[in-house]
């Protein structure tokens, strides 16, 4: 069983092993991390923490648009660690999650991808 | 206090009702029915930072007593993260002749979830019991549905809208369930080529359910992202159902004029072919009826221009996110939820709306910041009219990711019920001065409240057969 070490920045550093095949969020919150979420399957936005170091499998998420993936986000809810890594949790790391969509409007490139276009990452 | 209030008017109310079944005998006898002494309101932790349940509160709305303008109870979800949202009661005046049904259960779906939770609001009104959780994880099995919406009853049975299917990807449809609140599986026979759903109504003289269209849950549930509007992920189209038949016979096409036609309501006149629907991000009202060749015809009868803003490159659109209409099919209420207005338009003639009433609270304009000493974050947004139609309650969260993007302050302030004096007779809005719910201040943190209800009926739910 591969496991890797997650640390939660904004929780002063706290660390925790987990299982590579394990959604990051079922692993912390068994754990006893008081994580957010909603949906549970990656399409609501709600369980989004920022990812500041390491890598993550996360193609089943359908909640985030690539300027979101491209400032850290990450869905834990279908999220697996494929590396040691370092999360900030909770609303406090959702900085950049929202915008005005009338303010700051997003490029081509940044647009949410079709989800039909995803691979599955199987079992 | 809090037992003189149980003792008191409030807690018997629905009792008194239970001679025959529930609600009214027609929309007449409705407007005559006793003032509203409580209402209930969903207010929501999903996406507020709070790691608590979304719950449903009770606000006292009785001027006499000494709790009035308070939230007197707080009934928590077991779970969080439901983002409870719209709410429906098992039963309404279409079961007005079944002695044996009665207003007992408010359904509170929670669109994130999935879950449906049935509340008990007749044992003691004041202070309503969790009765059943029909599992998110079990309507995604048995039924391939998820993003459950408006829930409207059916004689004895419910159905609810939903917004998505298992995977979150539109259109979804809609589920059926059973007075015991048992799945009985898809109500519809066929969703035809609809693309998207969301709110229903339907009028049974006339055989017609109409449908309209937000977006798949996976869509909206994030946040708004203004480029999917172009690129077809976001509705604009009303369906109409043959009702009996339970599919979609035709539908309109609305262009730029109905991005986002988001509330659809029927004239509560059972004999009545005329209804209205608040295209959001157009900011316009379609009407629609049957002409007497027996057509079904659409017009725009209300658009809200976009506002200048000194900060913004563009004008803002109002966003039109809910309309009402009275009891007595008067009045259509809208409400500009990034202008921050609130206005009444009599609707005698539904072709020709003419404006008669108009408040400000909120909104990113800027000429209601402050209501009744409270400060305002996010603006008029979710309301209910009392059945006499003087009494307009309304609340300022749309949805807790729309939330965050408009109006990042509500995190801190939490939002608020605010009521205005509506006058029937002669039209015309006024903001009461001595009504206001602070969620800013609840127990637990600023949460967010959203829909609201009365125990003996409302004027969002009652449909006569
Ligand atoms: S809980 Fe909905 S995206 Fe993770």
């Known amino acids: ?123 | 206090m809090r037992d003189a209030h149980r003792n008191g008017i409030h807690c018997k109310r629905d009792s008194l009702m239970e001679c025959c079944g529930p609600g009214f005998a027609s929309p007449a006898d409705a407007i005559n029915a006793p003032r509203e002494t409580l209402l209930y309101t969903i207010a929501i932790y999903t996406g507020t930072g709070i790691q608590k349940p979304d719950y449903l509160a009770t606000v006292d709305v009785d001027p006499e007593s000494p709790t009035y303008s308070q939230v007197i109870h707080r009934l928590e979800m077991p779970g969080i993260g439901d983002e409870l949202h719209h709410m429906g009661w098992n039963a309404c005046s279409s079961c007005f002749g079944e002695a044996g049904m009665s207003r007992k259960y408010l359904l509170l779906p929670g669109v994130r979830s999935n879950n449906i939770h049935v509340v008990d609001t007749a044992t003691d009104p004041c202070a309503p019991r969790l009765h059943k959780v029909i599992e998110g994880a079990e309507i995604r099995a048995k039924t391939n549905l998820s993003g459950p919406h408006t829930v409207h009853c059916l004689g004895s049975e419910i159905i609810i809208s939903m917004l998505g299917d298992a995977r979150g990807e539109a259109p979804g449809g809609y589920l059926h369930l059973n007075n015991e609140f048992e799945i009985v599986g898809r109500w519809e026979s066929s969703m035809g080529d609809i693309k998207f759903g969301y709110d229903f109504w339907y009028q049974p003289r006339h055989n017609v359910m109409v449908s309209s269209e937000w977006a798949a849950p996976n869509t909206f549930m994030p946040g708004f992202d203004l480029e999917e509007v172009g690129h077809l992920k976001y509705g604009r189209e009303l369906h109409i159902w043959d009702f009996e038949k339970r599919e979609p016979v035709e539908s309109f096409y609305l262009g730029e004029d109905g991005l986002l036609p988001l509330e659809v309501k029927f004239h509560h006149d059972p004999d009545s072919t005329h209804g209205f629907c608040g295209a959001a991000l157009s900011s316009n009202v379609i009407h629609w009826w049957k002409d007497d060749a027996g057509k079904w015809q659409w017009e725009k009868v209300i658009d809200v221009e976009n506002e200048p803003h000194p900060e913004w490159p563009i004008p803002v659109p109002a966003v039109m996110s809910a309309i009402l209409v009275s009891m007595d099919d008067k009045y259509l209420y809208l409400n500009n939820w990034l202008h921050g207005d609130m206005r009444q338009y009599d609707i005698s003639d539904p072709h020709a709306p003419v404006l008669t009433g108009q408040v400000w609270m909120g909104g990113l304009l800027g000429k209601a910041p402050e209501v009744n000493g409270v400060k305002m974050a996010g603006g008029p947004q979710m309301f209910q009219l009392s059945l006499d139609g003087r009494r307009l309650y309304v609340t300022t969260s749309l949805f807790s990711t729309w939330d965050n993007q408009f109006y990042p302050e509500i995190r801190e302030r939490g939002g608020v019920m605010v009521m205005i004096d509506c006058d029937p007779i002669n039209g015309g809005m006024t903001l009461n001065p001595d009504f206001v719910v602070n969620f800013g201040k609840e127990p637990n943190g600023p949460s967010r409240c959203h829909e609201a209800r009365y125990p003996g009926g409302d004027c969002t739910s009652d449909i006569w057969l």
Do not use: W
């Open chain 1, 1 to 123: 069983m591969t496991t890797y070490r997650v640390t939660i920045a904004n929780r002063e550093n706290a660390t925790f092993e987990v299982e590579a095949r394990r959604p990051l969020l079922e692993s912390l919150r068994a754990q006893g991390v008081d994580l957010p979420y909603g949906c549970k399957y990656g399409g609501c936005i709600t369980c989004a923490a920022k990812l500041t170091a390491g890598t993550v499998n996360q193609r089943r998420q359908v909640a985030l648009n690539n300027r979101q993936i491209n400032a850290g986000y990450v869905i834990l809810c279908v999220a697996r660690p494929m590396s040691d890594i370092t999360l900030e949790i909770g609303v406090d790391s959702h900085g950049e999650l929202y915008r005005n969509p009338f303010l700051d409007p997003l490029e081509p490139h940044e647009l949410k991808a079709s989800p039909h276009q995803e691979p599955d990452d199987g079992p």
